[in-house]
């Protein structure tokens, strides 16, 4: 709907054009600057037109929305507020599992284990409720038969393992214009409990740096529509991040500063290189200690 109202206002190729320079979203058009507006070949005499058009129409569907705070209580009560890592040591660092209504960011070097912790609690969420999981994998490295082979070594049935297998949702994620697409069609599926982007980095770094000149602009948006999506659904938001190594510093987070307030935590994964023991660290958190860490390790039965 972010994008319907938009799509109304525009032709075809002028909605091309918007996106070409990051306006993918009603609420990215209203924000921003006439003069960048026009570089898509908009009059200013439309650009107010449709501004004020749009800033009607989102009136009308706020009013429309709105509830009252006994039907929010009523439907936040009912739901879990946190999702279980299915590591029971992992579960008590991070105070019970992944937060509910936050974006939670796993970032750690290669092999290091973000996508198998990612799997775990989306087999653990599938496997214990009637939730849904929706997957976005952008690198191709989510492998089913790994899931199969958890649930087989756990002793699961064939016949109980369809239903799980059916209540997660994989995509193949090439852009982030795709991924827009998924999330918009989301925020009105009130079964998903659980979406997990591995990775965000190879889905956001081709667009910074790259010919579409407000890249930033789009990655910003994209960790918006992310947050509010968590927040209204009371879901939980799990994405995979790549490490950028310096000289005489330790590895950090990619992409950039701008990226880095989005998370509401952060998570670090690392690799002893000696005991290849894997740990995993709390380093940004609004309600969990930071340098609060433990180890674990990646079995047959899935994280342990």
Known sequence: KNMAALR??????????????????????????????????????KISEMKAELLKSASVAILEKSTSAAALWRRFSSSPSKLTTGCHSIDQVLQGGFHCREITEIFGPSLSGKTQLCMNCGLATAEVSDWSVVVMDTTTSVSTERILEVLQRRGMSDQNTLPILERIRYYQVYNIFDAFSILFTLSEDRSVKLLIIDSVYDL?????????????????????????????????????????????????????????????????????????????????????????????????????
């Open 8 to 45: 109304e206002s525009v032709s075809s190729d002028q909605m091309e054009a918007l996106k070409r320079v990051g306006i993918y979203t009603t609420a990215a058009f209203l924000t921003a600057e006439s003069s960048h507006l026009q570089s898509t070949g908009l009059t200013l005499e």
């Open 204 to 304: 956001i770094s081709s667009i910074l740096g790259s010919h579409l000149s407000e890249g930033h602009s789009l990655m910003t948006q994209f960790g918006q529509t992310l947050s509010q999506l968590a927040q209204q659904n009371n879901m939980a938001v799990v994405v995979t991040n790549g490490v950028v190594l310096g000289r005489d510093q330790p590895p950090r987070p990619a992409l950039g500063k701008t990226w880095s307030h989005i998370a509401d935590t952060r998570l670090q994964l690392t690799i002893d290189l000696i005991s290849k023991q894997k740990m995993i660290e709390v380093v940004k958190s609004k309600q969990i200690p930071s340098s609060v860490k433990v180890t674990f390790n990646i079995t047959d039965y899935g994280i342990q």
